[in-house]
């Protein structure tokens, strides 16, 4: 970190933290758009996040303050059951909300965050968020918790207090996260399994396209209905609940009950995508990354050309990822139409790759992007090496 979170805290409040604690973001590293559809993701922690000082007080009031945003949140403990009018705050105060309902009680608590997670990115600031207040309320007040209470915790903040009707895997990822590590989960059972990912010569870069995601709810929505009337069609031959029962095999033995062409796109790819999960597990578990980058670029061209959620800024990224030498593997990552994409690049070229990708993809877009280089990290925790 690039601050010294003791001593913002301190010149703030006037006194030191007790206690300061680290949650990571997260990327999808491949699974995209197939959760809702009963498939696999796999996402990892990163080491951007965001980091919460805490300390409590005698005054009664929560105290919520940020590096990163003007606005100060004093909110009295009697009224934690309101949202403050749709800032950041509202995701802490919805965390200690949630607590509260299941019977837990506090008095005041002096809180100062700070993130280095590009707002709006798609690398679930919010999420992150959620998780650093329940994991350090948990922590510090030994509450009794474990990972999975606080993941379900801040997924009711997100869909009930905040009220966007997002899926678990942001809470599972950045709450369950490990060093060197990607997890292989199933969002309906919420069954997983650890992926040993050792990117050996290799860094993942994370570019942000810069642009609004203006478009993600509407075409998400839209996304799904697809996938419904999919489904009703291939039931008229086969019983599934979900896409993702089927293989690319044996989809194709029913495929042709699909009549519209779009509608058959949007299946094809959500099937082919759950077989790319599994196939991507299989690379990272043998270290065939050369394997697992020619998978994620497979990602993109189906989520661009079948799933058709991409766009111009993503695909400029994607485009010239493919004719960088040092890149094995890109793909957009999360909903699309803005936000994100990763990288694979060959240790020692980040500068180059940086400097080559900001001049294309101004040129293309009229705008730069933002470039990132991130390690896969651990989860939650308390720091306790350093202050800073």
Request: aromatic share 10%; charged share 25%.
């Amino acid at each position: 970190m690039d601050i010294n979170l003791k001593e913002k805290f301190a010149a703030l409040y006037h006194k030191d933290p007790d206690a300061i604690y680290f949650t990571p973001g997260r990327v999808n590293l491949i699974g995209e758009h197939i959760d809702y559809n009963g498939g696999l993701v796999m996402p990892c922690a990163i080491t951007l996040g965001t980091w919460v000082a805490i300390a409590p007080n005698h005054d009664n009031k929560f105290r919520f303050k940020s590096l990163n945003f003007e606005i100060e949140t004093v909110v009295e403990s009697n009224v934690l059951t309101d949202k403050n009018g749709g800032i950041w705050a509202n995701y802490p105060i919805g965390v200690i909300n949630e607590f509260i309902k299941d019977g837990k009680e506090f008095s005041g608590i002096d809180f100062l965050f700070y993130g280095n997670i590009p707002i709006g990115s798609g690398l679930s600031s919010s999420a992150s968020i959620e998780i650093a207040t329940a994991y350090a309320l948990n922590s510090y007040f030994n509450l009794g918790y474990d990972k999975l209470a606080l993941v379900k915790i801040a997924k009711n903040v997100e869909n009930k207090f905040i009220g966007l009707n997002s899926g678990i895997m942001d809470q599972f990822a950045v709450a369950f996260g490990e060093k060197n590590k990607a997890i292989v989960l199933d969002c309906e059972t919420l069954k997983y399994k650890m992926v040993d990912v050792y990117l050996g010569n290799y860094v993942l870069v994370i570019i942000n396209t810069n642009k609004p995601r203006e478009l993600a709810d509407s075409k998400y929505n839209e996304r799904v209905a697809e996938c419904q009337t999919a489904l009703q069609q291939l039931n008229q031959e086969i019983r599934l609940d979900y896409l993702c029962e089927l293989n690319a095999e044996k989809f194709a033995l029913h495929n042709h009950l699909i009549t519209d062409k779009v509608i058959l796109n949007r299946a094809t790819h959500v099937v082919k995508e759950n077989d790319r999960v599994h196939l991507a597990a299989k690379a990272l578990n043998s270290g065939n990354l050369e394997e697992f980058g020619r998978l994620m670029y497979a990602s993109h061209e189906s989520l661009k050309t079948l799933y058709e959620v991409s766009g111009k800024e993503l695909d400029t990224i994607v485009d010239f990822c493919k004719d960088y030498q040092a890149v094995i593997g890109a793909r957009m990552t999360g909903a699309g139409f803005g936000g994100c994409a990763i990288a694979l690049l060959e240790k020692g070229y980040e500068e180059d790759f940086a400097k080559r990708l900001t001049a294309y993809y101004t040129d293309r877009i009229g705008y730069p992007a933002t470039i990132y280089v991130s390690e896969i990290g651990d989860g939650p925790h308390l720091i306790t090496d350093t202050y800073q």
